[in-house]
T-cell receptor
């Protein structure tokens, strides 16, 4: 079974600074997707960024980028120019891309609570 | 295009009562997933349904929990005889189809409190 580990329960960053959230995962599969979700106080789950394991290039979405290290099974999220609205719980998630298996299940880490200080 | 709708947003039940949580998927989506988020935890998969079919309920407790997605109307997650340990946020997600390349869109969740 796949597992996702987020070793930082809480992180804080100054507004306009950069912060990196860590995520490691364990899988025996070679084809999969990785995600970062944001959960603000409203509790709505918002997809921040997605990475396909077969792609070597790291995904980027505006101020959000990832550092995907497949061999190390590491998937960190970098938030540049942090804004007050970035304050939220961030979840790392894994999803298999293997056909015929349980490739619809998202497996989540326990989350990292990000505080942005003005 | 409305997103995934869940109601109620908050539900309070006394121990032993029944809880019914509703999920209306996005327009055009026929695949629904339920996840549960216990306090201080990430979301955990419960069940995957297509219209009139349960595809995978491996994440759902064997007793007291059931789910359905009828041909017409919303998907329902039903918890009978609730206990304090059922207190959690329950999220529904939907997708246009079940393949791994298709994104799941989440609803705002229902927070169940059992007193």
């Amino acid at each position: 079974a796949q597992t996702v580990t987020q070793s930082q329960p809480e992180m804080s960053v100054q507004e306009a600074e950069t912060v990196t959230l860590s995520c490691t995962y364990d899988t025996s599969e070679s084809d999969y997707y990785l995600f970062w979700y944001k959960q603000p106080p409203s509790r709505q789950m918002i997809l921040v960024i997605r990475q396909e394991a077969y792609k070597q290039q790291n995904a980027t979405e505006n101020r959000f980028s990832v550092n995907f290290q497949k061999a190390a099974k590491s998937f960190s999220l970098k938030i540049s120019d942090s804004q007050l609205g970035d304050a939220a719980m961030y979840f790392c998630a894994y999803r298999s891309a293997i056909r015929g298996g349980s490739n619809y299940k998202l497996t989540f880490g326990k989350g990292t609570l990000l505080t942005v200080n003005p | 295009n409305a997103g995934v709708m869940q109601n109620p947003r908050h539900l309070v039940r006394r121990r032993g009562q029944e809880a019914r949580l509703r999920c209306s998927p996005m327009k055009g989506h026929s695949h629904v997933y339920w996840y549960r988020q216990l306090p201080e935890e990430g979301l955990k998969f419960m069940v995957y349904l297509q219209k009139e079919n349960i595809i995978d309920e491996s994440g759902m407790p064997k007793e007291r929990f059931s789910a359905e997605f009828p041909k017409e109307g919303p998907s329902i997650l039903r918890i009978q005889q609730v206990v304090r340990g059922d207190s959690a946020a329950y999220f529904c997600a939907s997708s246009v189809t079940g393949g791994s390349s298709y994104e799941q869109y989440f609803g705002p969740g229902t927070r169940l409190t059992v007193t």
